[in-house]
């Protein structure tokens, strides 16, 4: 039979210890062996050296009031409030001073990367000198010396400069009027979703048109009237209702209205600026990668340098700008921790004083490290799912 | 990651790894003299109770303790490493051995007592909570801080007795909280905040130390919470806690008996029993300890009673100006009370 023929031809085989399939099966063993051992002896040493020295241990204390302050925070928070609600008031300052750094570290860096490649020459050199300047300079002494300048340089509350009706600096921070919730407000809302998906069928109407036809739309703007315009029609619709929340001083500050403290600005302004130094490179890089002959295969077509740059060069581009910005995201939103050493109320810095008001210091460690480990893995993964739609499709 | 995060990890594999440290009691005693020295936690830099000077040498209130401790068991008050630590990092740094012991102004409270690891020695210096303005803002009390920003320091009681203080009278606050307290105090100067608070006698030290022009701020006359502060160690470590606890009480008895670090040597002659007991002239006491019969004269020769301590780093005749209020002897109604050395 056939089987038995390519039996007698397969070469003998080898003795288990010189097999290298079971050799390296049975390395793996080993090796994770060793290391839930070495795991397993550490936690069960920390649990009893813990116990011994009295030191209370577990998850418990979450529930329990943590009757500290919290300067700034997106949901509402008081001192009767759990451990659990302070750390989500951190853990969502984080993502908000994260999220707003990205986009505009991501817009700042874009304008410096292509001023570098700039015609102009004091353009293109003001831009290297900003990039080399805050490059080489370590954030945390930008951000001392953001925080000094924002808190060290504008008047009390009392005396706060005015530059627009009702708008006020001081050394507390920027406020600003915020109009009240009225019922059109959620309506403004929806309809500005419908915008969004309206525009994106536009222009995808228009892209399968272009592609049969050859005919073009402007698209863009259409696009930019419908996200813009349905609200507006919806706000005019309801009778523009506009309540302002009108900042005014009330003892020793403003009340009313919204703002930004000098910590928070500090950190924002601080991470942005470095993080847009090393972004502007990768831009740079990215557009330098493309050879010179598609701008120039582009420009025999007839395309203004604006269609160039936005239809051959950045899409090309845009496959070697993906990766390392990836890691400028993940380091803008680690270095947000930064934000303990000016008093910004983020995740650590909320952490820290749990630990030190429970004394739980290794279930505070844990939950900081789970925290970023998610946050990280999450914008990897999108900016992965990014990555793969802007690669190169081999065929 | 923050000093203190990695602080918080060395603990995790401090403990982790420690094998599991001998079981008798006093291991801190034992490494202690092994080592010939101890580790002293004390404050970053508050005028008055821990401070270096332009050579580092740190001295004050605090660090005097150190130093009674340190001539007690080795008859040399120099033989002391100052590790200097901020709110946040204390207690990790005691609880992983970091330090032997902390001489720093932290307020004996029931959690750190039990679920944080520790024991305290007795109270060295009773305080209370208060605020501190600018004269220009015309408050005169603190009942007329409703809607202020009050700086504080993160991870002490004062930022939980501050919360409670406005949730108790009804009034909002913003805090700022920095860890650094150099950073902290330097931004209540600035006016960022409209008030700083925190254990009394050190707003009397900051205004001192750190103000352009001290006159420019009040100390508001409230006392919003007590303060008891006393040195810490790790809980479970009798022998040493003994040695600390005894040697604080034989610097307050120095006071009450009269015994002063320029008599010391005339009192070590003296026939009173109760002095030639604490002195080593009967022998005993110091065996008791596991310590040189010598402890208490060493301690109080090196740097004299609780009474001149405090006179020489926080009284009247100091830059700080404290009156001895409740720091005052029992017998000048005061609380400082040492139980009999026999």
């Not at chain 1, 080489?136 to 009706?165: D, H, K, T, V, Y």
């Not at chain 2, 401090?14 to 801190?28: E, H, V």
Request: aromatic share 10%.
């Amino acid at each position: 039979m056939a089987s038995e023929t390519a039996g007698a031809l397969r070469p003998k085989r080898p003795p288990p210890w010189n097999d290298p399939t079971i050799r390296g099966i049975a390395y793996q063993v080993l090796f994770v062996g060793a290391v839930l051992g070495v795991g397993a002896f550490l936690v069960h040493n920390t649990l009893q050296n813990l116990q011994r020295q009295n030191i209370a241990s577990g998850f418990g204390f979450l529930h329990r009031e943590a009757a500290f302050g919290i300067g700034e925070s997106l949901i509402d928070y008081s001192p009767a409030d759990t451990y659990f609600r302070a750390f989500l008031v951190g853990l969502t300052n984080t993502l908000y001073v994260a999220a707003l750094g990205i986009v505009l570290a991501t817009i700042l860096g874009t304008v410096m990367g292509l001023a570098r490649l700039s015609s102009n020459w004091l353009v293109r050199k003001l831009a290297q000198i900003y990039v080399e300047t805050f490059r080489n300079i370590p954030l945390a002494l930008q951000l001392f010396f953001w925080w000094g300048l924002l808190r060290g340089s504008a008047p009390p509350p009392r005396q706060a400069w005015q530059p627009l009706p009702d708008v006020f600096i001081s050394n507390r921070g920027i406020v600003f009027p915020m109009p009240l919730h009225d019922p059109a407000y959620p309506w403004m809302f929806l309809a500005f979703a419908v915008g969004l998906l309206a525009a994106w069928g536009v222009w995808h109407w228009a892209r399968t048109r272009q592609a049969r036809t050859g005919r073009q739309f402007p698209s863009g703007w259409a696009g930019f009237g419908l996200i813009l315009g349905l609200p507006l029609l919806v706000f005019l619709a309801f009778g523009a209702p506009l309540h302002l929340d009108v900042p005014s001083l009330k003892g020793f500050n403003f009340s009313g209205g919204t703002g930004m403290s000098p910590e928070f600005g500090a950190l924002l302004i601080g991470l942005v600026i470095y993080t847009a130094s090393f972004i502007a490179e990768i831009v740079r890089a990215g557009i330098l990668a493309v050879s010179w002959g598609q701008s120039e295969a582009a420009m025999a077509l007839g395309l203004t340098p604006g269609q160039r740059m936005r239809l051959v060069v950045l899409p090309q581009a845009l496959r070697v700008i993906i990766p390392p910005m990836t890691s400028q995201y993940l380091g803008l939103t680690k270095n947000s921790s930064l934000a303990v050493l000016i008093g910004f109320p983020d995740l650590v810095s909320v952490a820290n004083t749990t630990m030190n008001q429970t004394g739980q210091a290794i279930e505070g460690i844990a939950m900081i490290m789970a925290v970023y480990l998610a946050i990280s893995l999450t914008i990897s993964l999108f900016m992965n799912l990014y990555n793969r739609s802007v690669a190169l499709v081999e065929r | 990651m923050s000093v203190r995060a990695l602080r918080g990890l060395a603990l995790a594999l401090a403990i982790g790894f420690g094998i599991a440290a001998s079981a008798q009691a006093g291991p801190t005693l034992d490494k202690v003299k092994q080592a010939g020295g101890i580790v002293c936690g004390v404050q970053t830099g508050v005028a008055g109770f821990a401070q270096p000077d332009s050579q580092g040498k740190y001295s004050g209130f605090n660090v005097d303790i150190c130093r009674a401790i340190s001539a007690a068991l080795f008859g040399d008050p120099d033989k002391v490493k100052y590790v200097p630590l901020t709110a946040q990092q204390r207690f990790t740094a005691l609880q992983s051995g970091e330090v032997d012991l902390l001489s720093n102004n932290t307020t004996l409270t029931l959690q750190r007592d039990t679920e944080l690891g520790f024991d305290f020695a007795p109270v060295v210096f009773y305080d209370g909570q208060g605020f501190m303005v600018t004269k220009k803002l015309n408050v005169k009390g603190a009942k007329e801080l409703n809607g202020a920003t009050v700086c504080v320091a993160p991870g002490t009681t004062t930022e939980l007795n501050l919360a409670d203080y406005f949730r108790a009278n009804k009034m909002e606050f913003k805090p700022v909280v920095i860890e650094k307290l150099d950073e902290l105090v330097a931004a209540f100067f600035s006016g960022r905040c409209d008030a700083y608070t925190t254990d009394s006698s050190a707003l009397a030290a900051v205004r001192v130390g750190r103000a352009s022009n001290p006159d420019d701020y009040i100390i508001l006359p409230e006392r919003i919470s007590k303060e008891p502060l006393a040195p810490v160690v790790r809980h479970g470590d009798n022998q040493w806690r003994d040695v600390v606890t005894w040697v604080i009480y034989a610097l307050m008895e120095g006071e009450e008996k009269g015994i002063a670090q320029k008599n010391v040597d005339e009192m070590a002659k003296n026939e009173d029993p109760t002095i030639k007991r604490m002195l080593g002239g009967t022998p005993g006491m110091g065996k008791a300890l596991g310590l040189d019969e010598k402890w208490a004269y060493n301690a109080i020769k090196a740097v004299g009673n609780y009474g001149e301590i405090f006179d020489k780093h926080l009284g009247l005749s100091s830059p700080l100006k404290l009156e001895r209020g409740y720091n005052n002897l029992w017998t000048k109604g005061g609380l400082i009370y040492a139980p009999p050395i026999r």
